[in-house]
Antibody, heavy 117, light 112 residues
Framework: EVQLLESGGRLVQPGGSLRLSCAVS????????MIWVRQAPGKGLEWVSG?????YDADSVKGRFTISRDNSKNMLYLQMNSLRTEDTAVYYC?????????????WGQGTLVTVSS | QSVVTQPPSVSGAPGQRVTISCTGS?????????VHWYQQLPGSAPKLLIY???NRPSGVTDRFSGSKSGTSASLAITGLRAEDEADYYC????????????FGGGTKLTVL
């Protein structure tokens, strides 16, 4: 059974940093691209960062967020620096259906990041 | 403001058929990039509903179907049921500027 479990979300002050983690199981992690998607309170889904053979970031987080993975540990990460109030959201990790970013067939339950003073 | 546009809400009575549109442009849907659809039940994570414009994953009822034409795509739901009440999102790829994986703004389906 494919499982994705995010962790690391919490309350953080503007300008602070946070690292989100996504533990995966049930599939050969290294064979698939992965993505982080966020959802601000009451809003829609927004692609944040993706990783396949390279890494890709939305303009809204470029230079502040870094996606990475450790295939030996079956872990996906999102390092978030210089956080802003508008980064407040539930952050989901999701598995791509192939080695490149395409559609996302499995999602975690999400972890809440709140940026506030 | 997403580069692919969905109506904010649609509604229908039980048993009826509803459609949700996803309108893009020549840099995304119109460029030939596939459209995928997700269902998000209240308080839950998104779930894949349709992939590659028209395909249903195993376990998704055939009451859900997808189509694509030109710069737009549509999700159709037939035999509407109370448990279909959810938010629905389309997703594609946009090749403009730096390129991004884009989601539509989402459509809230209300079953009357």
């Amino acid at each position: 059974e494919v499982q994705l479990l995010e962790s690391g979300g919490r309350l953080v002050q503007p300008g602070g940093s946070l690292r989100l983690s996504c533990a995966v199981s049930g599939f050969t992690f290294s064979n698939y691209a992965m993505i982080w998607v966020r959802q601000a309170p009451g809003k829609g889904l927004e692609w944040v960062s993706g990783i396949s053979s390279g890494t890709y970031d939305a303009d809204s987080v470029k230079g502040r967020f870094t996606i990475s993975r450790d295939n030996s540990k079956n872990m996906l990460y999102l390092q978030m620096n210089s956080l802003r109030t508008e980064d407040t959201a539930v952050y989901y990790c999701a598995k791509s259906s192939r080695v490149t970013l395409y559609y996302f067939d499995y999602w975690g339950q999400g972890t809440l990041v709140t940026v506030s003073s | 403001q997403s580069v692919v546009t969905q109506p904010p809400s649609v509604s229908g009575a039980p048993g009826q058929r509803v459609t949700i549109s996803c309108t893009g442009s020549s840099s995304n849907i119109g460029a030939g990039y596939d459209v995928h659809w997700y269902q998000q039940l209240p308080g839950s994570a998104p779930k894949l509903l349709i992939y590659g414009n028209t395909n249903r994953p195993s376990g998704v009822t055939d009451r859900f179907s997808g189509s694509k034409s030109g710069t737009s795509a549509s999700l159709a739901i037939t035999g509407l049921r109370a448990e279909d009440e959810a938010d629905y999102y389309c997703q594609s790829y946009d090749s403009s500027l730096s390129g991004t994986w884009v989601f539509g703004g989402g459509t809230k389906l209300t079953v009357l």
